[in-house]
């Protein structure tokens, strides 16, 4: 059944590039530039795009070189002024052989030079064919094609540097170390399994056993890395709560830098959920304002409430503000010690607000992390900087650590864990070599599902699915 549904990818050594149909798309930004650029990949590439160029023989020319011409159409009508630069199999992105066209900018242009490429019976490529062509032709693992994908979408410095790291391979050779050693001891136990009847013993069961439990610790150490690149990768879901007109649509506002939320003094302003990305220090936050928590009669506002709770529930970090303009009740201090119990592990910070009217007499039973005035942009800084801190508090991260950020990856580490544990089990318990076998060989299948030398079609289906068309 596991053979069926499961193909062993070749080594990038063992394995040829497959030139298939070409295929092409524009793989800059629609819009208005300078420069667009139409990548065509694929079998015959080059000799189909000379069809429809002009200028020079592009077939006689030699990989890594640009040439000016013209693009025409099946008209012989001139489209526009190009570039082509020309890479011959295997020195390409896929391992195809590959035309990049740059054409001018435009919206119109660029479309009508795709047209004309496509009329030379290339078909449209699909999201993430050309990233996947190149896994498939041993260009680069499949948690590097993976980090093509988180390096598109990084919206923050710190996110783009755990997809840098990934691209590089870094999580790759750590994968390929732990399969060398499941790889050599399941060769050993193995053998043994070959020579039973003889009764020679192959794998000193002392030394296998502390192989497991090193490598169990190695794993361990790189599931510890996952919360910290959930949050680099995802961003750090930050809910303001509070009561009605503390403040929390002000702060917001102050926070992105342009009035995203409706900041009025009439309280109920809000009333559902409003999320906003913003990037402090390199790190991604997701602010969520949310609608002031009180009983009301208004079935809108009452449905931003239950909003409100949720996005509570889903937080990486919760700011409570309390109007330091209003006396505190004993209800509101109930309220607060609610919200930090119910917080449970989750960072969470009291912080006073409207600090410039403050009332002069304060409630000293409020331990506030910090008092502010948005308006005024009193303390606005170092509320950023607090906030960083406690969303990464006791993880940790540096520019040179190595972050998984990936769910998929998490969980085939988490399951070949458990397989080495239950190996380690096995040998406590002196079972015989052939149950040690089954586990040893189920780790190795998940390690090889996270670098693609073990996939299936579903999974593949499912990482390129995420891939912008010309990537």
Sequence with gaps: MAQQTQQQQPTTEQREITQKEPI??????????????????????????????????????????????????????????????????????????TVEISCHGGVLVTQAVLEAVLALGIRSAEPGEFTQRAF?????????????????????QKAMDAAHQQLEGRLGEHIKKFRQQIIDATAMVELELDFIEEDVEFANKEQLKELLLALDAEIDRLLDTYETGRLVKHGVRTVFIGQPNVGKSTLLNTLVGKDRAIVTDIAGTTRDTIDVDWSYDGLLFKLTDTAGLRETEDLVEAEGVKRSQKAFEDADLVVYLKDLSRKGTPEERKEIGTFQKKAGDTPFLL??????????????????????????????????????????????????????????????????????????????????????????????????????????????DSIFSRFCIGK
Excluded: C, W
């Excluded at 190009?82 to 992105?93: G, K």
């Excluded at 498939?136 to 919206?155: P, T």
């Excluded at 096995?426 to 998940?446: P, V």
């Design 24 to 97: 092409a798309a524009i793989a800059t930004p629609i819009g208005e530039g300078g420069i667009a650029v139409i990548r065509v990949s694929g079998k015959n590439a080059i000799e189909r795009v000379n069809r429809a160029f002009t200028g020079t023989d592009l077939t006689q020319e030699k990989s890594h070189t640009v040439h000016f011409g013209k693009i025409v159409n099946k008209k012989g009508e001139v489209v526009d002024e190009v570039l082509a630069t020309l890479f011959h199999s295997p020195r390409s992105y896929t391992g195809e052989e």
């Design 351 to 460: 912080i006073g607000t409207k600090n410039d009217i403050a009332l002069e007499v304060e409630d000293e039973r409020m331990a506030y992390d910090l008092k502010i005035s948005a308006l005024e942009g009193e303390k606005i800084e170092e509320l950023k900087k607090l906030m960083k801190q406690r969303a990464l508090e006791n993880k940790d991260y540096d520019t040179s650590s190595l972050l998984v950020t990936s769910s998929r990856h998490r969980e085939a580490l988490l399951n070949a864990q458990e397989d080495v544990q239950s190996a380690i089990q096995a040998l406590e318990q002196g079972m015989t070599g052939d149950f040690l076998s089954i586990d040893l060989r189920a780790a190795l299948k998940e390690l090889g599902t996270i670098t693609g030398e073990i996939t299936n079609e579903d999974v593949l």
């Design 136 to 156: 498939l032709n041993g260009k680069m693992e499949l948690s590097q094609a993976e980090a093509v994908a988180d390096l598109i979408h990084a919206k923050s």
